[in-house]
């Protein structure tokens, strides 16, 4: 018979839990009109806890496009669409803050990656700071009248694509892909904005071309022009 304690001894005291490590910090390019606006906020973000604001010019290097305008112009939109298209596989997060957006901006705001809203005027730096790290997350903020705005488009969008694929014989996503050849995209700009590889996006093409007994893109393009399609 064994008696005693085993031969394995006792185990050692256990340290003190060890701490999660930090989350990375929510890396920021900041956009204003001017620079006054741009080094005020790049400041006070650069004292909040979980935020490194960088220079406009680094954002390839940034998780959150923060932008600060007193009114969303063609110029703003123009630089927001800048986000994507640049080999990028969707478009960077963007936070603006503004006096005020009309509908018609808003929805090319969304289409360039706008998840959040702030109205100037009502907002502080700390719900600002708030925002960037819920879009990085993946969360928005939007008032209600611009969500409830986005869903009642988005519905009419989606019944007039299928209005247009039962008359002109065009796949919705074939539209998509027709549409941005019009704009002069070429296919591998197309296949960044719709997150596809290069390959599927020239099948795409290929197939209403041999479906619908044409010769080239060219009068892909051409035949939904005709038929309404773009």
């Not at 669409?81 to 640049?86: E, L, N």
């Not at 808003?106 to 959040?116: E, F, I, M, N, P």
Request: include cysteine; glycine fraction near 8%; charge should be neutral.
């Amino acid at each position: 018979m064994i008696t005693g304690t085993s031969g394995l001894g006792h185990a050692p005291p256990a340290g003190p839990p060890q701490e999660a490590p930090p989350a990375p910090a929510c890396i920021v390019a900041v956009h204003a009109a001017d620079r006054v606006t741009a080094d005020g906020a790049s400041a006070w973000l650069q004292a909040s806890p979980g935020i490194t604001p960088t220079d406009a010019s680094q954002w390839r290097d940034a998780d959150v496009s923060l932008f600060i305008a007193s009114e969303v112009t063609d110029v703003l939109l123009h630089a927001m669409r800048g986000r994507i298209g640049c080999g990028e596989d969707v478009a960077q997060p963007i936070v603006l803050v503004a006096h005020s957006i009309t509908d018609r901006q808003l929805l090319t705001a969304v289409d360039y990656g706008l998840v959040s809203f702030l109205i100037r005027d009502t907002v502080g730096l700390r719900e600002i700071a708030d925002a960037l790290i819920e879009a990085k997350s993946g969360k928005s903020q939007l008032p209600g009248p611009m969500i409830r705005h986005l869903i009642s488009e988005m519905r009419a969008r989606r019944q007039s694509m299928d209005d247009i694929s039962g008359r002109t014989g065009l796949q919705a996503r074939e539209i998509q892909v027709l549409r941005m050849l019009a704009e002069g995209l070429d296919t591998n700009e197309i296949a960044s904005r719709l997150n596809y590889s290069d390959r599927t996006i020239k099948g795409i093409i290929h197939d209403v071309v041999k479906r619908l007994g044409l010769r080239n893109r060219i009068q892909a393009v051409a035949y939904g022009l005709r038929t309404g399609a773009l």
